[in-house]
């Protein structure tokens, strides 16, 4: 066992101990939030660090949490039986708008535009569908009756869902760390260079973006799903949107979109940042996180774009290689 994977034990059993020790509810709370918010902006990254930019996440949240919330209400089905068909519903969305945009090479600023179209339809869809969503007042799933919390996947206990969004956290990073060390990388690192060369050289483009965004899509749809469960309460502009979407593309790029842990770096700013202002300013700061989030994307992007997490890593590497006048005088020595 190497130092890295000791590391990465030994941090992952501190944070199962955490709620054990430190058991304050509203901490656990930003904790349970930033892990949610942190597997969201991970699975954008997955799509966005190919250079495929989508402003439909938002979209394919929406779709997790209300798919899950109105099958428990209006027929009695269980989250858990919910939350794999809202999953499904937003993946075969995804593939509905990704297919031909692949197929027929809509790419750059235009398949952001159909994303972004996309993300508006669905934010419109559950707006007019009010008797059934509550549209933009915002909508409840039911409690469960005593004893069926766990049908229900309906917990008062913080501790019990930190460690769900802990387990989902983890799990978030496990697939980025699959998919950086699989052939889907390399495929998709060519067709992000030149589409034309990558399919001279055997890539099945289509497939292969298909691939990638409809894994996105699925995490996506599970993070808006789990979120709902959580907070027993949703509205358009919580889970859905524009705005959600602009907000997962913020904090991966801040974070770090081409880093593991860059979009939990991301969550972590965005979710402090959103508390800070609420407890400090309360209603008179409503919407002010989004004009901060614009603010700071954009000097990130001109000074730091590989993000937060990203500059760090590149800062350590670059020191740690000798410098090329420490290289020049040690090879006459090794000559000798």
């Known amino acids: 066992m190497n130092r890295q994977t000791a590391g990465w034990i030994i941090a992952l059993l501190a944070l199962v101990a955490l709620p054990f020790v430190h058991r304050d ?16 902006y991970t699975s954008w990254s997955i799509m966005g660090r190919f250079g495929l930019v989508s402003l439909g996440h938002g979209g394919f949240m929406g779709i997790g949490a209300y798919v899950t919330a109105l099958l428990w209400n209006h027929l009695g089905v269980s989250p858990w039986i919910g939350i794999p068909l809202g999953m499904a519903t937003a993946g075969v969305l995804a593939l509905i708008v990704a297919y031909p945009c692949f197929r027929f090479r809509i790419t750059g600023h235009y398949f952001v535009l159909v994303t972004l179209a996309l993300s508006g339809i669905v934010l419109q869809v559950i707006t007019a569908t009010r008797d059934y969503t509550g549209g933009s007042l915002g909508y409840t799933p039911q409690r469960a009756p005593s004893g069926k919390g766990l049908l229900a996947l309906q917990f008062d206990d913080k501790t019990t869902w930190y460690l769900i969004a ?5 799990a978030g990073l496990v697939i980025w760390r699959a998919i950086d060390r699989s052939m889907i990388r390399h495929a998709m690192e060519a067709i992000s260079e030149d589409e034309d060369a990558a399919a001279a050289a055997g890539v099945n483009v289509t497939a292969e973006k298909l691939k990638i965004t409809l894994i996105s899509a699925l995490m996506t749809a599970l993070a808006g799903a789990l979120y709902c469960q959580y907070q027993m309460f949703i509205s358009p502009d919580t889970v859905s949107g524009i705005a959600v979407s602009l907000q997962m593309v913020f904090a991966a790029i801040v974070g770090g979109v081409y880093v593991a842990l860059g979009p939990t770096v991301g969550a ?3 979710i402090v940042l959103a508390e800070v202002l609420r407890i400090s300013f309360g209603t008179k700061a409503v919407g002010w996180d989004n004009l901060v989030y614009g603010v700071l994307l954009v000097l990130f992007i001109i000074f730091l774009p590989k993000g937060i997490l990203g500059s760090v890593i ?5 020191s740690r290689k000798p410098s090329r006048g420490h290289e020049q005088q040690t090879v006459p020595i090794a000559r000798r």
Do not use: E, M, N, Q
């Open 25 to 40: 509810p509203y901490h656990l709370h930003v904790l349970v939030l930033i892990l949610i918010w942190s597997f969201a």
């Open 314 to 318: 590149d800062r350590i590497k670059s």
């Open 166 to 170: 802990l387990a989902v956290w983890v």
């Open 268 to 270: 972590v700013i965005t």
